[in-house]
């Protein structure tokens, strides 16, 4: 059983910063690419940053200059430095990790339970 788990999320104001973390655990291979989504209310899922395993990155042009993604291979984490955070950031954030499972063999995508981010005076 593969687990990811996220925190961090929180209540920040306009112009703040945070960060996320997830921590992938279980019965795991090896992790191809993870990255971070986001929903806000009455809006579809966005990915907004990925990181893959040799360390490329892309990032949403919503979130670029601004937002960091970074991993530990040897954790299996992933990480999302927030700066200058606005209301439109407000969304509850998700983890997504692409692997492969030990005893399937199969690589799947995972993701968190989700972080609630509100960015707000």
């Known amino acids: 059983q593969v687990q990811l788990v996220e925190s961090g999320g929180g209540l920040v104001q306009p112009g703040g910063s945070l960060r996320l973390s997830c921590a992938a655990s279980?019965?795991?291979?090896?992790?191809?690419?993870m990255g971070w989504y986001r929903q806000a209310p009455g809006k579809q899922r966005e990915l907004i940053a990925v990181?893959?395993?040799?360390?490329?990155?892309n990032y949403a042009d919503s979130v670029k200059g601004r937002f960091t993604i970074s991993r530990d291979n040897a954790k299996n984490t992933v990480n999302l430095q927030m700066n200058s955070l606005n209301a439109e950031d407000t969304a509850v954030y998700y983890c997504?990790?692409?692997?492969?499972?030990?005893?399937?063999?199969?690589?799947?995508?995972?993701w968190g339970q989700g972080t609630q981010v509100t960015v707000s005076s």
């Open positions: 990181i893959i395993s040799d360390g490329n990155t």
């Open positions: 279980g019965s795991i291979f090896s992790i191809n690419r």
């Open positions: 997504n990790a692409n692997l492969v499972e030990r005893k399937t063999w199969r690589r799947s995508d995972y």
